[in-house]
């Protein structure tokens, strides 16, 4: 009997996507066969694997290959979208790469004949969706997983016309899904309205995985040359002004000997502007380049606090957001700022402290009190905490709606690790 076959669908790169690399690398070991189909970040098509999944990468969205080009036309978008927002806020805008990305990614659903389409966010349903459509009229019946990674009302990016016709979009393709898939409880509360619907939606968290964990090839205090006595102050994952690592660098003017270390893309231009505005703290802000997600749980073990020091926007108060859990499986203490989900959930762990966004000064007495016993927040990461914030757990309910949905019952394969077979891939 042939295994069933999941299309997971999503506009980035893929290898920067910790929750549908897990996705794919669990269906893939549970006996599904699985294609992510993603954005190339070049012009040309690119392939490789993540376990037994096979990732497609083709050029769902414009490729430049000259900085300044990119700029300029991110910038000339911006001007048009604001044009649009101010004097044509009632027109409908188009959904962005809808065209483009349905006719290169529905050939390959046409072959593979998936029995689940599983689309990543809202930006993808849309593509999904139509998709689907195409694969009924073909005489071939699937399954729409709708994965809400984000409430889209609380996207702050988003211009209030595009925020309406994705939602729009939502409200349609959700009608049709077999399962609509959320990061967090306080999203789920939120879903329910926004998209019409009666069921709550299945809770998927985004935690980090257990056992497919590996040692980091690299060392977070060699890579800052520092040594074991030095505390570290860690913050892994995207940068942006909302993200408040200035609130950080703010502190550690008044923490002396306590260093700062973000892990990030060194040409994101945000790192690139606190490096500049922070210059005179260059011998403690350290800016490491990305490990493997596999790998980043261990080189994160090497710090002493994990930050998450974000502003209060929508999407944040209501979630548990990827690092948090990797901080817990790091056995770090979490300092977070007071976002409703996860200062709740530090003060019901006892696992770190909570402080007042944006406030330097409340953040150096919760640094304070965290360096004066670290270990009396780590000795709460019993393995039945580390339990309830892993993969493996979120990975037990999501093929279990998948078999349900489908009705089928596949074979396990043998634990493949979880790693990209092309190391080009990362580039």
């Given at each position: 009997?042939?295994?069933?076959?999941?299309?997971?669908?999503?506009?980035?790169?893929?290898?920067?996507d910790?929750?549908?690399?897990k996705?794919?690398w669990?269906?893939?070991?549970?006996?599904?066969?699985v294609?992510v189909?993603?954005?190339?970040?070049?012009?040309?098509?690119?392939?490789?694997?993540?376990?037994?999944a096979?990732?497609?990468?083709?050029?769902?969205?414009?490729?430049?290959?000259y900085?300044?080009?990119?700029?300029?036309?991110?910038?000339?978008?911006?001007?048009?979208?604001?044009?649009?927002?101010?004097?044509?806020?009632?027109?409908?805008?188009?959904?962005?790469?809808?065209?483009?990305?349905?006719?290169?990614?529905?050939?390959?659903?046409?072959?593979?004949?998936?029995?689940v389409?599983?689309?990543?966010?809202?930006?993808?349903?849309?593509?999904?969706?139509?998709?689907?459509?195409?694969?009924?009229?073909n005489?071939?019946?699937?399954?729409l997983?709708?994965?809400?990674?984000?409430?889209?009302?609380?996207?702050?990016?988003?211009?209030?016309?595009?925020?309406?016709?994705?939602t729009?979009?939502?409200?349609?393709?959700?009608?049709?899904?077999?399962?609509?898939?959320?990061?967090?409880?306080?999203?789920?509360?939120?879903?329910i309205?926004?998209?019409?619907?009666s069921?709550?939606?299945?809770?998927?968290?985004?935690?980090?995985?257990?056992?497919?964990?590996?040692?980091?090839?690299?060392?977070?205090?060699?890579?800052?040359?520092?040594?074991?006595?030095?505390?570290?102050?860690?913050?892994?994952?995207?940068?942006?002004?909302?993200?408040?690592i200035q609130?950080?660098?703010?502190?550690?003017?008044?923490?002396p000997?306590v260093?700062?270390?973000?892990v990030?893309?060194?040409?994101?231009?945000?790192?690139?502007?606190?490096?500049?505005?922070?210059?005179?703290?260059?011998?403690?802000?350290h800016?490491?380049?990305?490990?493997?997600?596999?790998?980043?749980?261990?080189?994160?073990?090497?710090?002493?606090?994990?930050?998450?020091?974000?502003?209060?926007?929508?999407?944040?108060?209501?979630?548990?957001?990827?690092?948090?859990?990797?901080?817990?499986?790091?056995?770090?203490?979490?300092?977070?700022?007071?976002?409703r989900?996860?200062?709740?959930e530090?003060?019901?762990?006892?696992?770190?402290?909570?402080?007042?966004?944006?406030?330097?000064?409340?953040?150096?007495?919760?640094?304070?009190?965290?360096?004066?016993?670290?270990?009396?927040?780590?000795?709460?990461?019993?393995?039945?905490?580390?339990?309830?914030?892993?993969?493996?757990?979120?990975?037990?309910?999501?093929?279990?709606?998948?078999?349900?949905?489908?009705?089928?019952?596949?074979?396990?394969?043998?634990?493949?690790?979880?790693?990209?077979?092309?190391?080009?891939a990362?580039?």
């Open positions: 009997m042939a295994n069933p076959r999941a299309l997971h669908i999503v506009l980035n790169g893929v290898t920067e910790s929750r549908v690399l996705c794919a669990s269906l893939g070991n549970a006996g599904w066969d294609i189909c993603g954005a190339a970040p070049k012009l040309a098509s690119d392939t490789f694997e993540i376990g037994y096979k990732v497609i990468r083709v050029p769902l969205k414009p490729v430049f290959s900085t300044v080009l990119a700029k300029l036309l991110r910038l000339a978008r911006r001007v048009q979208r604001r044009i649009v927002e101010k004097f044509f806020g009632k027109a409908k805008p188009a959904v962005p790469n809808l065209k483009r990305a349905v006719e290169l990614i529905t050939p390959i659903a046409l072959e593979f004949k998936p029995d389409i599983h689309a990543h966010d809202y930006t993808a349903l849309p593509i999904a969706g139509l998709i689907l459509e195409t694969l009924i009229n005489g071939h019946h699937a399954k997983v709708y994965d809400a990674h984000e409430y889209v009302p609380g996207v702050s990016h988003l211009t209030k016309p595009l925020a309406n016709i994705y729009e979009q939502e409200i349609t393709y959700v009608a049709k899904s077999a399962a609509v898939l959320s990061v967090s409880e306080g999203m789920s509360d939120l879903l309205p926004h998209l019409k619907i069921k709550r939606p299945e809770l998927v968290a985004n935690d980090p995985l257990v056992i497919g964990q590996q040692p980091a090839k690299r060392n977070l205090r060699h890579d800052c040359g520092l040594d074991a006595s030095v505390p570290i102050l860690i913050y892994s994952g995207a940068v942006a002004p909302q993200r408040g609130t950080a660098l703010e502190a550690l003017k008044d923490l000997g260093h700062l270390v973000v990030a893309n060194p040409a994101n231009q945000t790192v690139k502007d606190l490096q500049a505005k922070y210059a005179n703290l260059s011998e403690r802000f800016v490491q380049s990305y490990v493997p997600n596999s790998e980043l749980v261990s080189y994160l073990s090497g710090a002493t606090v994990g930050l998450i020091p974000i502003l209060h926007k929508q999407n944040h108060e209501i979630s548990l957001i990827t690092k948090f859990g990797e901080y817990m499986q790091a056995r770090l203490p979490i300092l977070v700022s007071d976002v989900t996860m200062a709740a530090v003060r019901r762990l006892g696992n770190g402290e909570v402080f007042i966004a944006e406030d330097v000064a409340d953040f150096i007495r919760a640094v304070n009190l965290i360096l004066m016993n670290p270990a009396r927040y780590s000795a709460v990461y019993t393995d039945a905490i580390l339990r309830e914030r892993s993969w493996e757990l979120q990975a037990e309910n999501l093929l279990r709606i998948y078999n349900e949905i489908a009705n089928v019952k596949p074979v396990a394969r043998a634990l493949k690790p979880f790693t990209i077979s092309d190391p080009q990362h580039q």
